[in-house]
């Protein structure tokens, strides 16, 4: 089963990624093709267990590629209306096993005016310049004493933390999660470390920071909330039986974890953690929420549903 890109769009194109390496940019409202590449064949093949599984990320002119396999690995930007190379980076770092692949999408992180680009994989997390593609910072702490740790889930970042997760499938939830301070240059990785979490961590499903707090699932559904900057923890509980591979959403004072079978539990964003309801939809849920215009959008297996407020 291979993983999966997300498609992304603004409101006129939408970009799609393939597990074969193939990019396409269309028009929003017909659908017609504006571009294409093939990224296999310009960048070199993917060496990777689960299939390519990065989604693109669009900010501004251009849109970011993270590829992080066995094989080769690179971080790309291109220009968003013509597919043309703005800049290429190398992201080939020491890492054994299953480690040099990752699955995270690129994110971007603001502080100031100098908005970066976040990727995590290989056993380390690094800022990137958007314009030019020059590394600024990186942080190594993120590898798994496990033939099969690997990074799933994306950098989030808010009040100028960064938080980076790893996985460790099969070890109990004993993954990492660390908290770094994201205006550093070269190796951060003792100096702006904040905190970390090496237990109950997230195996694919990517934290959401919201409000000062940052919140966290595990495949088996132990839902957590830590204080941002000190990783303090607030609250712990189970939630109803996963897998949980979404990713989780946050706003209007909510947050949102979606289970595999399509159980949705909705819980305070606040220090009580308190479960506001529990809902129940048909289908298989592997893909994240997307939130736009006050409205929840849920992509099952065979259907879409969007729910309006």
């Known amino acids: 089963n291979a993983a999966t890109p997300s498609p992304i769009a603004d409101e006129d194109h939408v970009w799609a990624f393939f597990g074969t390496g193939l990019l396409v940019c269309l028009e929003a409202k017909s659908g017609r093709p504006v571009w294409q590449r093939d990224l296999v064949k310009d960048y070199g093949a993917y060496d990777i267990t689960f299939g390519m599984g990065s989604s693109p990320r669009l900010w501004g002119d251009q849109v970011y590629i993270a590829c992080m396999t066995k094989g080769v690995s690179y971080v790309v930007a291109l220009n968003k209306l013509t597919g043309k190379q703005v800049w290429q980076s190398n992201r080939k770092l020491a890492a054994k096993d299953d480690g040099p692949d990752a699955y995270s999408t690129p994110t971007i992180f603001q502080q100031g005016q100098q908005p970066s680009l976040l990727v995590s994989g ?3 997390i ?18 798994i004493d496990s033939p099969y740790g690997r990074i799933i889930a994306s950098p989030v970042s808010a009040e100028g933390v960064v938080i980076a997760t790893s996985a460790n499938p099969g070890g109990g939830g004993l993954g990492h999660v660390l908290a770094i301070r994201g205006n550093g240059q070269g190796d951060i990785t003792q100096s702006h470390r904040l905190w970390k979490m090496a237990k109950t961590t997230p195996d694919s499903s990517t934290p959401v920071c919201y409000q000062g707090k940052v919140y966290l699932v595990t495949d088996k559904g132990i839902a957590s909330c830590v204080e ?82």
Do not use: M
């Not at 030019?132 to 942080?139: D, E, H, L, P, R």
């Open 228 to 309: 941002l900057k000190s990783g303090a923890l607030l609250w712990q509980k189970r939630l109803p039986q996963g897998p949980y591979h979404a990713s989780l959403v946050a706003g209007d004072q909510r947050v949102y974890f979606l289970s595999i079978d399509g159980t949705c539990s909705v819980v305070a964003a606040d220090q009580t953690g308190k479960t506001l309801s529990t809902n129940k939809l048909e289908g298989t849920f592997y893909a994240s929420p997307a939130i736009s215009g006050g409205t929840i959008y849920l992509r099952a297996y065979q259907r879409l549903i969007a729910i309006g407020g």
């Open 122 to 124: 290989s056993d380390h």
């Open 126 to 143: 690094a800022a990137y310049e958007l314009k030019t593609g020059k590394q600024i910072w990186i942080s190594s702490g993120l590898a």
